[in-house]
């Protein structure tokens, strides 16, 4: 009998109201069924909110170092349990166990540094423009935070959002991704080893256009968080704008790697290897497009169709994979239709392009690493948002035409230059329309104490990580403290009277 996981609400685990479950399996063999998990509706995230309105009550009054004191115990927690960790998600969502442990390390490496900001949290003190009067601004805690989370780091982005939304003082209702529940269920139970007190989360398990709905539309939230894709987050976003909702959005990419002609070439290849096909190339930070000066395209291209195909699909808890499959086979579909529509296009399929065969690598949602040659900037190809293990390759003249080509899309998240020439490197970091910028490093690899987060629509202006995301998670105040015992009128009465 498979286990049956429940929702956590009111500080107990409880089935869900509907009765329903959803079944979670491992990608890579879909024979194994990690467990079966609540299709809560939308009485279970009243119930949910109604309970975090009490935790809520409790945590905002609790001082904000002592609240980083359950998220240090926490990382504690993540560092003692890494490696079951890594293991579980792999075994949930794919991606192989190297990229599952550096999933956990980004989590931990945000519950130290959430525990270090309780006692930080600044605000300001700054002089008042009258005598004997105190001006200054402080952090409060805004109320419920929503969270919904995707499948493509099963514990890191529940984390980004989750820590500095209680180290701030809010109670928090996750939603995560239907695909990965088991991740985010582990989680709960070690925040609550760690501490916790029960009602300030809830863990509400179900999809999208259900119990994530109901907790968009809720209105004792009044914060939302959500990475996924531009699509659900417009319609998140018209909710949020209608209701007056703080919300965050984290989406799409379209990032480019470019290669100069005087860059290192191992070097460049090695990152885009990595880059395009690492988590099987679901990462909104995914490398998806290679934008190659024309002086090195030919043999760079060689070089990288056959270190392509030389990487070894298979289940990523088995030593040597270095490719796991696709989330489902929805998203394989998806990548099927894109290679459809590439080859429309006139593009050039140069490897990949299909699933592989054979017993062992049938029974997941395996898709070959595939690379497009010949793409022109306005293909659907070089447009649009695959989230999936392929890459289209673009030629171009020079830097000038490479920035635009990087620019010329809706999307903003990374891009990537390769290069020796550091005049064009400081270029690159002002003129790419992206948030993040690397110098000679593939399109991923943020780290957990700067900020996260993309323009135009990868985003709507917030990050994550760093220290932006305690603004967004707590409401600056501002107090003026009037000590001269006589009525002061600012911008009236001024020193110079
Ligand atoms: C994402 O793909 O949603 O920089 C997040 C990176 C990771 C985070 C990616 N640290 O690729």
């Given amino acids: ?51 975090a309105r009490r935790g809520f009550e409790i945590w905002r009054r609790t001082p904000a170092p002592a609240r980083g004191d359950v998220l240090r115990r926490l990382g504690d927690l993540l560092v003692r349990h890494k490696e079951e960790l890594a293991d579980g998600m792999t075994r949930e969502m794919g991606k192989v166990l190297a990229e599952t442990r550096g999933d956990v390390q980004e989590g931990i490496d945000t519950a130290y540094y959430a525990a270090t900001e309780g006692r930080r949290l600044f605000g300001h003190t700054v002089p008042s423009e009258l005598r004997a009067k105190w001006a200054m601004s402080f952090r409060r805690p805004i109320g419920v935070a929503g969270l919904i989370t995707p499948f493509n780091f099963p514990l890191a982005i529940p984390t980004w959002k989750m820590f500095p939304a209680l180290l701030c003082g809010n109670a928090v209702v996750i939603k995560p991704s239907e695909d990965v529940p088991h991740t985010t269920h582990r989680l709960v139970e070690l925040l609550l080893e760690a501490g916790l007190p029960p009602e300030v989360i809830q863990l509400v398990h179900g999809r999208g256009a259900s119990a994530g709905k109901s907790l968009v539309e809720h209105p004792d939230v009044p914060v939302i968080s959500f990475t996924g894709s531009t699509a659900t987050g417009s319609f998140i976003g018209e909710t949020c704008g209608r209701m007056h909702k703080r919300l965050s959005l984290e989406m799409g990419g379209k990032n480019a790697q470019i290669v100069m002609d005087d860059a290192d070439l191992d070097l460049a290849l090695e990152g885009v290897l990595w880059g395009a096909f690492g988590t099987t190339g679901q990462r909104c930070t995914a490398t998806s497009r290679l934008i190659l000066h024309r002086k090195i395209h030919d043999r760079f291209l060689k070089r990288l169709v056959d270190a392509a195909e030389g990487l070894r699909l298979g289940d990523g808890r088995v030593d040597g994979s270095d490719v796991g499959p696709l989330i489902h086979e929805r998203s394989r579909q998806k990548v099927e239709s894109y290679v459809a529509i590439g080859q429309e296009e006139g593009a050039e399929l140069v490897t990949g392009g299909r699933k592989p065969g054979g017993e062992r690598l049938g029974r997941g949602f395996f898709f070959r690493p595939t690379i497009f040659a010949g793409v022109t900037p306005s293909m659907r190809l070089a447009q ?36 020796r020439d550091v005049n064009l490197a400081f270029r690159a970091m002002q003129d790419l329309d992206n948030g993040i910028t690397y110098v000679n490093a593939p399109t991923i690899g943020a780290e957990a104490h700067l900020p996260f987060g993309g323009v135009k629509q990868t985003g709507n202006g917030h990050r994550e990580g760093g220290w932006e995301v305690y603004e967004f998670y707590s409401e600056t105040k501002v107090g003026y403290v009037d000590y001269s015992g006589t009525l002061q009128r600012a911008q009236i009465d001024n020193y110079d009277d």
């Avoid at 409880?14 to 024979?31: C, I, K, L």
């Avoid at 673009?394 to 920035?403: G, H, M, P, S, T």
Wanted: no cysteine.
């Fill in 1 to 51: 009998m498979p286990k049956t996981f429940k929702n956590f609400i009111a500080g107990s685990w409880v089935a869900p109201s509907t009765g329903t479950h959803f079944e979670n399996r491992n990608p890579a063999d879909t024979r194994d069924l990690i467990g079966r998990f609540p299709d809560s509706g939308s009485a279970d995230v009243q119930a949910a909110v109604r309970s």
């Fill in 384 to 419: 649009e948002e695959i989230f999936g293990p392929v890459l289209s390759v673009i030629q171009v003249k020079n830097f000038d035409e490479a920035v635009r080509v990087n620019n010329g899309v809706k999307y903003g998240l990374s891009s990537s230059l390769y290069t």
